[in-house]
């Protein structure tokens, strides 16, 4: 694959419900991704977005971005996804070598509307929704039996994720107030609230509010940008069965399929010795788990074993993750930008020393259907 | 924030745009079933694999099941693969508590390669075990519609 940088990117903290409205935020995230990067509007030549009609509110909701997403008179187009799907596109479009500078921005604002209702919304209208019974919370709770009953993990193994998670994102200072718990115990996210047993509240990745931005160059160009581009060298993603009783739900068929596809064309052949920062969109404290073993990480039932805190054996969510806070349709793209971070040697407070090679995932659907994978590297 | 919040414009109920769906030639046949207490089910004739509700195509074989043939009777009883209880109600406008938690089993028909969702009743949360037999607890008065189906009980 011909080699496309990121060259620049930019995120607004994440709030359980902001004090600013949604065309002030997102042009925050893209004026200053471009500021940070000292490029202009004239340098944009396409601008692709990522939210969620419902979402949003509205159809066809990136004709209100127009303005303050950078899309003026540009090149511009929508993905309806994640974030980090929304970057595949971007990425393709610098790949048809017609572009010199892709913005890419996406997000959401759920403290306007009930997020867990609309997830209700994905599901079949003819069958499962008039019943009610299946939303992300319910999926969530049928995927984390499934994982324990078939490998015998424990709920005081899968609650250590969330633990990990939410000690990194104090650490981190873009993440969400509600989750930069630095003193929190598996005791205190065993005994949070039930959401869907045996999913408990601070498993959760709570929705909350935030618009993030990325941009990509070719490599001539992006050299020209910076002295520290952090280059795309794969990509994968795969879609699984829509009906949840389709599914093997205690593993990830469609991410073992995207880490293949990403890491043949980086030329990894052996992941976990490879790889030195994983930043992975676990929806669930068990999807951390269940997405590693997919990748490779750790052998199927075992992830819980892996040291995977910041200077562990293989740092993964050391910015804190989704649970860390989780914008819906900016999660994936936040992924891909900490993970970035991790290559330039800019998480502070949170970097793995020397990281050179890096992935970064997003995910859509309910129990994670689709998967995509990035590889990334840094520069010498 | 702690502050009542200021509705200063409230879009509810201005524009009225309600999908009517057709549940489809398939979904016709499982519900015309529903009504007798009757379960169907379709199988792809290249796998072999029997969908419950019926598909129309196979995703893993890209099979197109006809629409005059592949159909297969189930019996109303099946086994729990998987289950969760939530304490939340789904279909709220907000996220809001029930005042009982609701108990929610993915079943495996017998002679059906996939699960259906649907309320487990009548039935202690410590009593429930993946792997145990079920069946369907019909409504009194069936209409061909979800609703036919109350949940499962214990066999
Ligand atoms: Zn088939």
Redesign the interface.
């Known amino acids: 694959m011909e080699k496309v940088g990121i060259v620049g990117f930019n995120q607004v903290k994440m709030y359980s419900d902001a004090n600013y409205g949604r065309y002030e935020m997102i042009f925050e995230a893209v004026r200053g991704a471009l500021d940070k990067s000292g490029l202009k509007k004239k340098d944009i030549t396409t601008v692709i977005s990522c939210t969620n009609d419902y979402y949003d509110g509205r159809t066809i909701s990136n004709l209100f971005t127009v303005e303050v997403g950078g899309g003026y008179l540009a090149d511009e187009s929508k993905c309806e996804m994640d974030g980090a799907h929304a970057v595949l596109y971007g990425l393709m479009r610098i790949l048809s070598g017609n572009h010199k500078l892709a913005v890419i921005w996406s997000g959401s604002m759920p403290s306007c509307y009930p997020y867990h209702s609309t997830r209700l919304y994905e599901t079949d209208p003819t069958w499962e929704r008039p019943l009610g019974y299946v939303n992300d919370i319910t999926a969530g709770g049928f995927q984390m039996r499934a994982y324990m009953e078939k490998f015998g993990v424990s709920k005081e193994e899968i609650a250590k994720v969330a633990v990990k998670n939410r000690k990194n994102a104090a650490k981190n200072p873009l993440a969400l107030a509600e989750a930069q718990n630095a003193n929190i115990t598996v005791e205190d996210v065993l005994n949070s609230e039930i959401y869907s047993d045996p999913v408990t509240e601070l498993m959760v990745a709570q929705p909350c509010d935030s618009i993030a931005a990325i941009l990509l160059a070719p490599e001539r160009q992006a050299l020209k940008i910076t002295d520290n581009p952090v280059w795309i060298t794969g990509v994968g993603y795969s879609q699984e069965a829509y009906y949840l009783g389709e599914r093997d739900l205690s593993i990830s068929k469609s991410m073992e399929i995207a880490g293949k596809t990403a890491f043949t064309t980086a030329g990894i052949k052996d992941p976990k010795n490879e790889i030195d920062v994983a930043e992975l969109f676990e929806a669930y404290a068990h999807e951390e788990l269940i997405l590693a073993e997919a990748l490779g990480l750790a052998d199927k039932g075992k992830a819980a074993n892996l040291n995977s805190e910041i200077n562990g054996d293989l740092a993964i969510n050391p910015s804190g993750g989704a649970i860390g806070g989780n914008p819906p349709c900016a999660t994936g793209l936040i992924r891909i930008i900490e993970a970035a971070k991790q290559l330039r040697g800019e998480a502070n407070g949170y970097q793995v020393k020397g990281a050179k090679k890096a992935i970064a995932s997003g995910q859509i659907g309910m129990c994670a259907q689709n998967n995509i994978l990035f590889t990334l590297e840094g520069s010498d | ?1 702690a502050e009542e919040e200021k509705v200063i414009v409230n ?1 509810k109920g201005l524009v009225r745009a309600e ?1 009517n ?4 030639r398939y ?1 016709d046949k499982f519900y015309d079933g529903l009504e007798q207490k009757k379960i169907v089910g379709n199988k792809c004739p290249k796998c072999g694999d029997v ?1 419950c ?1 019926p598909r129309s195509v196979c ?1 893993k074989c890209n099979e197109n099941l006809s629409l005059d043939q592949n159909w297969v009777d189930l019996p109303d009883s099946g086994t729990l ?8 109600k ?6 809001r508590k029930v005042k009982d ?2 108990l ?1 089993a ?1 079943v ?1 028909i017998d002679g059906s ?7 487990l009743l009548n039935m202690p ?1 410590d009593e429930i075990k ?1 792997g145990m037999r079920v069946k369907v607890d019909w409504s009194e008065k069936t209409t061909g ?3 036919d189906i109350n949940g499962f009980v214990k066999v």
């Open positions: 924030m879009n999908f769906f057709w549940v489809g979904m969908f509700p995703g693969q998987n289950f969760t209880i939530t304490h939340f789904v279909t709220d406008r907000r996220t938690p609701q929610i993915m495996q390669n996939t699960a259906i969702v649907n309320r949360p993946i519609a979800p609703s």
